[in-house]
């Protein structure tokens, strides 16, 4: 019997999947499962979306803002009073250091602070118009949001996601990354105990395409909002169309850091690591590319490597280790492949590219004068640095 909660969160009642499955979840530090949580299944999508349906017209809506105020900011206390179960839990689920962990689930707090205290702020708007006429808007809640939350943050943007879309009256479909449910689930239950209505708040931990197109193509979902890869977020895009759905979409990206040879390469060199290696550079906005103009750039690089050599690589459970194990196998296996075509690139390797004791990791890699348009300087989320040399800040700005 876990100490934590695994199964699927629906109309205020933990309930396993309608079919009884479950996703085996693993402990990247060491390699082990150490729990199972439910699957759900396109059943439970349609029961939690009618839950969640019931409850926005039967209460949430219809709530003052003074009362949605009050349950907001009651939530943030519940976050505060259980945030060291809910940083363990994310440290186990996924290998995120603790330290890092513990600030993320305090961030939680915080965004629903926030939102608390912006639902008085919602204001319509009075347009002037000719004379005789009266024009104005109402900002009115649309219904039923999915929230779609990635792997590599995913308390803290499950908080991103459902504050604010509960803050305007809206309630919300949360369905969390097979490979980390747990919070999402505890987050679930804490905000119901804190005075949350039965439905407002659904968690629904599943795998698979199936369970993501359900929620995309439900007709009483109003909304969708996604945070992953660019597939993916195409994807719902296409299906959202077909009824003119509402989409917000966080999808991948990289941006470089850019280094001119009058910038201060001390400070420049021990910024710059932990803006690509931070989270285990499982970051869709991690600075995996550097630019570095040609004069200061193997200065740049050897100062690099340096800070870089003196990352501290551990047990995520460690509070001195600012670097744990990539998510899954699967994730490390596909940094390895990308390592690997780099090297048939002839790509320098000035750092790293081998595996760590910690059971799903790989020791940071910085590439010197690397292929910057090859894969692993842009699409994947992973452990890996690549740096090229420009002769001219225009040359390199134009890049």
């Avoid at 390895?336 to 940071?364: D, K, W, Y």
């Amino acid at each position: 019997m876990s100490d934590f909660p695994t199964q699927l969160f629906i109309n205020g009642e933990l309930r396993p999947a309608a079919n009884g499955k479950t996703i085996a979840l693993t402990n990247p530090a060491t390699g082990e499962v150490f729990s199972e949580a439910a699957a759900a299944t396109t059943g439970d999508v349609d029961g939690a979306v009618a839950g969640a349906h019931a409850a926005f017209v039967q209460s949430w809506r219809d709530l003052s803002p003074r009362q949605r105020t009050d349950i907001l900011f009651a939530v943030a206390q519940a976050i505060r009073q259980r945030a060291e179960q809910l940083a363990q839990l994310e440290c186990r689920n996924i290998g995120k250091p603790i330290s890092d962990a513990r600030d993320e689930v305090l961030l939680g707090a915080r965004v629903f602070e926030y939102y608390a205290g912006a639902i008085t702020k919602f204001f319509g708007q009075t347009i002037p118009v000719a004379r005789g006429g009266f024009d104005f808007t109402l900002r009115q809640p649309m219904g039923v949001v999915a929230a779609i939350v990635p792997w590599n943050f995913p308390f803290p943007i499950a908080c991103w996601k459902a504050a604010p879309a509960l803050a305007a009256g809206n309630t919300v479909v949360l369905k969390p990354a097979s490979q980390s449910p747990l919070t999402a689930i505890l987050l679930g239950q804490l905000a119901h105990a804190a005075g949350l209505p039965a439905g407002a708040l659904q968690v629904l931990p599943g795998a698979g395409r199936e369970i993501g197109d359900a929620l995309v193509t439900h007709p009483l979902v109003r909304k969708i909002s996604f945070t992953g890869s660019t597939d993916i977020g195409s994807r719902i895009m296409a299906l959202a169309a077909r009824d003119l759905k509402r989409v917000s979409l966080e999808l991948g990206g990289k941006s470089p850091n850019i280094i001119f040879a009058d910038a201060d390469l001390e400070q420049a060199a021990q910024s710059s690591p932990m803006s690509v290696f931070a989270n285990t550079g499982q970051d869709c906005c991690a600075r995996s590319r550097v630019f570095v103009e040609r004069k200061v750039f193997q200065l740049f690089v050897d100062k690099f490597v340096e800070t870089t050599r003196q990352l501290r690589i551990g047990d995520p459970a460690d509070e001195s280790t600012q670097i744990g194990p990539l998510v899954s196998a699967a994730q490390r296996q596909t940094v390895e492949e990308f390592i690997q075509e780099a090297r048939q690139a002839e790509c320098v390797v000035a750092a790293g590219a081998r595996r760590e004791r910690v059971s799903i990791s790989n020791r940071p890699c910085c590439w010197a004068r690397g292929q910057i348009t090859a894969s692993g300087g842009r699409r994947f989320l992973g452990r890996s640095f690549a740096s090229a040399p420009s002769t001219t800040k225009r040359k390199c700005c134009a890049r």
